[in-house]
């Protein structure tokens, strides 16, 4: 078992920035962020491996987020940068104990509670 809590999220102009943090109760997990707009499937966001650091990132957002981690403190991090409106969602944290970074819900097995993202125009 592993407890995920997630910070960060709020409210911003377009065109504004924000981080959200991910931190995880325990190591060796690969990490995914995941997000879900109101009437819309969750869908991933982007994801980091813990075993070589590599990560990944969906081409709705590539080039203005960025998905890092620092392992000694458990924690994974997405910058999010040059928001949009169709940014706003809730976004989740995810892990899975495995190495490889998966872009489907079914994959991971702990979730975090959410952080609210509105991005306002």
């Known amino acids: 078992q592993v407890q995920l809590v997630e910070s960060g999220g709020g409210l911003v102009q377009a065109g504004g920035s924000l981080r959200l943090s991910c931190a995880a109760s325990?190591?060796?997990?690969?990490m995914g962020w995941f997000r879900q707009a109101p009437g819309k499937e969750r869908e991933f966001v982007a994801g980091?491996?813990?075993?070589?650091?590599?990560?990944y990132v969906a081409d709705s957002v590539k080039g203005r987020f960025t998905i890092s981690r620092d392992n000694a403190k458990n924690t994974v991090y997405l910058q999010m940068n040059r928001l949009k409106p169709e940014d706003t969602a809730v976004y989740y944290c995810?892990?899975?104990?495995?190495?490889?970074?998966?872009?489907?819900?079914?994959?991971?097995?702990?979730w975090g509670q959410g952080t609210q993202v509105t991005v306002s125009s």
């Open positions: 995810a892990a899975r104990p495995r190495s490889i970074v998966r872009l489907t819900t079914d994959e991971y097995d702990f």
């Open positions: 325990r190591p060796r997990y690969t």
């Open positions: 980091t491996s813990w075993s070589d650091g590599s990560t």
